[in-house]
């Protein structure tokens, strides 16, 4: 069972710990964002191409069975 009352000491430890962290600059910040939205796109063309290839082969597959 986890000790309950030495809360002082837990906001002490958690300040400790954030102050190791290192943050992200703004440059990094937008670089990583716009990597984040070209990489969906990418997926996004990717997967539309994908399925538009899908789709023409059920379709004529499909009309090969009428």
Known sequence: MAK???????VNQVRAET?????PT???TMMTA?????MTTLLGV?????????HAIVTALL????
Request: hydrophobic share 65%; proline share 3%; glycine share 10%.
């Open 34 to 38: 716009l990597m984040v939205i070209i």
């Open 63 to 66: 009309s090969i069975a009428r």
């Open 46 to 54: 990717f997967f539309f191409g994908v399925d538009a290839i899908f």
């Open 19 to 23: 102050a190791k962290v290192v943050w």
């Open 4 to 10: 309950i009352g030495n809360i002082p000491q837990f």
């Open 26 to 28: 703004g440059r990094e």
